[in-house]
């Protein structure tokens, strides 16, 4: 089974891998609607690669706050044919899906990561499948689905408690025969997580990575993003933040961000990458991703 590595850096060797986000989904907060049909979703696909991306993250359901659960079989007639296609194509593809039987069509279809932002919770089939496939698992915390989550959003002190309550998944997924080095640990910023918790999970990282575990970030064009900007600007103008926290993300040593602007958080990669290294990247082939 491949093992998703870091992207290879000129300067370093050691640069954070970047996760393009494709939702093929009608009602995903940011790109909803976008990549619905077969043919846009590939296109996009094979452009984030191009563009740097190390592996696609193919997702049918939606998990913006609010959102309703959708059957297992009409989020399958989503992502199966395109998943399909994307290996065919050989691009490397993550599934993002709560289901243990989406994430084993697709580990047959040949994908090389299940993202399951409920970490194991939501489908109790889901740790002896990634237990039996060997496959990279990526464990987000999670307090329970989109529809009420917002409720949930208590902490004493939210890296402290999300960092213990993702030591139960690993405890819970290590019992199940999933191997350490296959986890990869999310904080799930946006999902039970006000503005306010966002910021202390981004701010206290390394908090986490001392569970030992490679540590993977979604802040995305999320919601505490467009506070920043001016009331009712559209969510693409929250991709320069989201490029600044990858940069700042990889210096406090994250695995991995997954984003939708392939191209802006490279560039601010590589410009962190620059400034630790005192000294230009070697020109990249880009689509060279992998
Ligand atoms: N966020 C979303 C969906 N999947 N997966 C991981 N591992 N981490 C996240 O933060 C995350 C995720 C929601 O954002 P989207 O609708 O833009 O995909």
New binding site residues.
């Given amino acids: 089974m491949a093992h998703v590595r870091r992207s290879h850096s000129a300067v370093t060797g050691d640069m954070p891998i970047i996760m393009g986000?494709l939702?093929v989904t009608p009602d995903?907060?940011?790109?909803?609607g976008l990549y619905n049909t077969f043919d846009d979703a590939v296109d996009h696909a094979v452009h984030l690669i191009a563009a740097g991306a190390t592996v696609i993250?193919v997702?049918g359901e939606?998990?913006?706050p609010g959102a309703e659960r959708l059957d297992v079989e009409m989020e399958q007639s989503r992502v199966v044919p395109v998943i399909r296609e994307l290996v065919a194509r050989d691009v490397p593809v993550s599934i993002?899906t709560m289901n243990a039987s989406t994430a084993a069509t697709a580990i047959d279809l040949g994908a090389v990561l299940v993202?399951d932002?409920s970490g194991g919770l939501a489908d109790r089939d889901m740790p002896r499948l990634i237990a039996e496939s060997g496959i990279e698992y990526?464990v987000?915390h999670w307090r329970g689905h989109s529809a009420n989550m917002d409720s949930a959003a208590v902490y004493t002190d939210v890296v402290r408690d999300v960092r213990n309550e993702l030591k139960y998944r690993i405890a819970e997924l290590i019992i199940a025969g999933v191997r350490p080095d296959r986890i990869i640990l999310?904080p799930?910023?946006?999902?039970a997580k006000t503005a306010h918790h966002n910021w202390q999970l981004l701010g206290r990282l390394r908090e986490l990575e001392t569970l030992g575990h490679r540590v993977?970030?979604?802040?995305?064009?999320?919601r505490f993003l467009g506070e920043l900007l001016p009331e009712g600007a559209p969510t693409r103008d929250r991709d320069p933040a989201t490029a600044t926290i990858s940069a700042l993300a990889a210096e406090s040593g994250v695995w991995g961000v997954?984003v939708?602007d392939v191209a802006g958080t490279l560039a601010a990669l590589e410009t962190w990458e620059a400034w630790n290294a005192g000294r230009a990247p070697a020109p990249r082939a880009l689509g060279s991703g992998t």
Wanted: proline share 0%; net charge neutral; glycine share 16%.
């Fill in positions: 986000i939702n995903s907060f940011s790109d909803g993250d997702g939606s998990t913006r993002d993202n932002v990526v987000m999310d799930g910023l946006g999902f993977l970030i979604g802040a995305s064009r999320k997954r939708h």
